[in-house]
Structure formats: structure tokens, C-alpha cells
């Protein structure tokens, strides 16, 4: 009797908690490009009908940038995907699904360092989506660079007349 109420509480614990969940992780992922512009593309597969979280994790220059990109599922034959949740470093990104298509499209995304792209939702039958991710680092204007060059100037200037 014991045993069928520790299996019974045990299956009911599993099923609550999402353990049957078919979630993918990534290893960490280089983006190309550089040194302003970083890009990389993105995507997996889901068969068996049940919530899921993909985690992606990306590396690129580090340097403080806005993230714009997509990810998106077409409805076939065979299955579906609906998105629930989508984020960028904790960052809410804007998810939909409408009729046969899912998806997201964000712009202007704040984001530095390492980057952690999650994704949550459900497959209905045989689903896949795809996606690109792009990190776009700020160019200095040249109005900067003459300030620049007008400061070490002054410097020189300044160490010159010290020295006389």
C-alpha cells in the first residue's frame, strides 16, 4: 500500500512540475561579425506535444549594444508551435501567435556581455523555428574623434610648456 502512494505522489509531482518537458540547452555560441556588428542564426525541434524552454547562449564582443532579430514557426501537416515566453538577459521580448504562424520580432534591445536568449512554449505534433539574433555595437561619431585628438593636443601642449 505504501508503495502505490509514494508512486502515485511521485507521478503526480513529475506530471506538475513539467518534468516530461522536451527542453533544449545550448552550449555557448559565437556569434560572427565584429566589431560592430555580430550576427548569428539559431533554431531547433519538437516532437512529443509538451511544454518546452529553449535556452541559447551567446558570446560576442561584450561591448554594451541593441539585439534585433526574430525567430519564427510556420504551422504544417505535420504540427505546430505556439510561443508563451521569450527573453533576452531578462529582457521580455514581444511573442504571437496568430493562425499559422508564430513568432517574435524585437528591435532595439539593450543588451552587453554574454547573452541568454530563452524561449518558452508548446508543440502541437512535429514543430521547428528559426530564428537570427544581431548585436550592433555604437560607432563613435567623428565629432568624438576630434575631441579626441583636441584633448591629447591640450595634453601635449600643457607637457611642452612645463618642460620650458
Known amino acids: 500500500m505504501k508503495l502505490k502512494?509514494?508512486?502515485?505522489?511521485?507521478?503526480?509531482?513529475?506530471?506538475?512540475?513539467?518534468?516530461?518537458?522536451?527542453?533544449?540547452?545550448?552550449?555557448?555560441?559565437?556569434?560572427?561579425?565584429?566589431?560592430?556588428?555580430?550576427?548569428?542564426?539559431?533554431g531547433t525541434s519538437h516532437t512529443d506535444g509538451l511544454a518546452f524552454t529553449d535556452t541559447y547562449t551567446f558570446s560576442?564582443?561584450?561591448?554594451?549594444?541593441?539585439?534585433?532579430?526574430?525567430?519564427?514557426?510556420?504551422?504544417?501537416?505535420?504540427?505546430?508551435?505556439?510561443f508563451n515566453w521569450a527573453d533576452i538577459n531578462g529582457a521580455p521580448l514581444p511573442v504571437m501567435n496568430i493562425g499559422a504562424f508564430?513568432?517574435?520580432?524585437y528591435f532595439a534591445t539593450p543588451v552587453v556581455g554574454l547573452l541568454t536568449l530563452t524561449i518558452k512554449g508548446t508543440d502541437h505534433g512535429v514543430g521547428s523555428y528559426a530564428g537570427t539574433l544581431d548585436v550592433t555595437s555604437p560607432v563613435p561619431e567623428p565629432a568624438t574623434?576630434?575631441?579626441?585628438?583636441?584633448?591629447?593636443a591640450l595634453m601635449g601642449a600643457l607637457a611642452r610648456r612645463r618642460k620650458s
Open 145 to 152: 574623434y576630434g575631441m579626441l585628438l583636441g584633448g591629447l
Open 5 to 42: 502512494s509514494l508512486l502515485a505522489a511521485g507521478l503526480m509531482a513529475a506530471a506538475a512540475g513539467g518534468a516530461w518537458a522536451n527542453d533544449y540547452t545550448s552550449p555557448v555560441l559565437a556569434m560572427t561579425g565584429g566589431p560592430i556588428d555580430w550576427t548569428i542564426s539559431f
Open 102 to 105: 508564430s513568432g517574435s520580432l
Open 60 to 82: 560576442y564582443s561584450g561591448l554594451p549594444g541593441t539585439a534585433q532579430g526574430f525567430f519564427a514557426n510556420v504551422a504544417s501537416t505535420a504540427g505546430d508551435l505556439n
